[in-house]
């Protein structure tokens, strides 16, 4: 392991633009109180620190503003959603706001999603391998479903997936999904989401 000396560290650099450096409308986009509302499509809401509210297309780079629509300048509305876009704020064109049904973080999500809506760490698709965590069984998983493991009984065992033995200690209402064993296709399994882990493909290949 290498240490590295504090006194090379980087020099300190500010998170924010240099507002010096910038033009006119691109320092009022970073500095002027405005409230950016995601709409349906790629269209956002913008309340200006004036308390206008114009309309802008973040795909057509468009805005409902005088500078725009009679200037014909790129103004500091559409610059100023690309700004909360970039940070997260607000969710890109196409994407709502939404809480992951498996973990209840925030997250975007289409505006079509199929529920249930699950963030980027808990998506999982049909075909992919994981990881039973109790066994170290690899599995594939057949389908996500949109119903909780407490409402989904598993026949055999005359109980829920959520009552199972195994599951113990995994979330009652924890999303159920659909696996199947490798080697075993025909056969449907019912798993809590958060007993299944993601693992590498490559390794089947071992």
Same mark, same amino acid.
């Given at each position: 392991?290498?240490?590295?000396?504090?006194?090379?560290?980087?020099?300190?650099?500010?998170? $924010?633009?240099?507002?010096?450096?910038?033009?006119?409308?691109?320092?009022?986009?970073?500095?002027?109180?405005?409230? =950016?509302?995601?709409? %349906? *499509?790629?269209?956002?809401?913008?309340?200006?620190?004036? *308390?206008?509210?114009?309309?802008?297309?973040?795909?057509?780079?468009?805005?409902?503003? +005088?500078? #725009?629509?009679?200037?014909?300048?790129? @103004?500091? #509305?559409?610059?100023? /959603? $690309?700004?909360?876009?970039?940070?997260?704020?607000?969710?890109?064109?196409?994407?709502?706001?939404?809480? @992951?049904?498996?973990?209840?973080?925030?997250?975007? =999500? +289409?505006?079509?999603? %199929?529920? %249930?809506?699950?963030?980027?760490?808990?998506?999982?698709?049909?075909?992919?391998?994981?990881?039973?965590?109790?066994?170290?069984?690899?599995? =594939? =998983?057949?389908? /996500?479903?949109?119903? !909780?493991?407490?409402?989904?009984?598993?026949?055999?065992?005359? @109980?829920?997936?959520?009552?199972? %033995?195994?599951?113990?200690?995994?979330? $009652?209402?924890?999303?159920?999904?659909?696996?199947?064993?490798? *080697?075993?296709?025909? !056969?449907?399994?019912?798993?809590?989401?958060?007993?299944?882990?993601?693992?590498?493909?490559?390794?089947?290949?071992?």
């Amino acid at each position: 392991m290498t240490l590295i000396d504090p006194a090379d560290a980087p020099r300190k650099t500010a998170l $924010a633009p240099d507002l010096r450096r910038l033009d006119e409308r691109a320092a009022r986009a970073w500095t002027e109180a405005m409230a =950016v509302r995601s709409l %349906p *499509g790629s269209r956002y809401a913008v309340d200006s620190e004036s *308390g206008a509210t114009y309309v802008v297309d973040a795909t057509t780079g468009s805005c409902t503003c +005088p500078d #725009h629509e009679i200037r014909g300048r790129r @103004c500091k #509305h559409v610059r100023r /959603v $690309a700004i909360e876009i970039t940070a997260g704020r607000v969710p890109p064109p196409g994407q709502v706001r939404a809480v @992951c049904d498996a973990c209840e973080t925030e997250t975007f =999500v +289409p505006e079509d999603a %199929p529920t %249930p809506r699950l963030c980027a760490t808990c998506a999982l698709d049909p075909g992919t391998v994981v990881l039973d965590r109790e066994t170290g069984d690899r599995l =594939v =998983v057949v389908r /996500v479903t949109d119903r !909780r493991a407490d409402d989904v009984r598993v026949d055999a065992a005359d @109980c829920t997936v959520a009552a199972y %033995p195994t599951n113990e200690g995994y979330p $009652a209402d924890d999303v159920v999904v659909e696996v199947a064993y490798l *080697g075993d296709g025909d !056969r449907r399994y019912s798993f809590p989401r958060s007993r299944l882990r993601r693992t590498d493909d490559a390794a089947l290949l071992a």
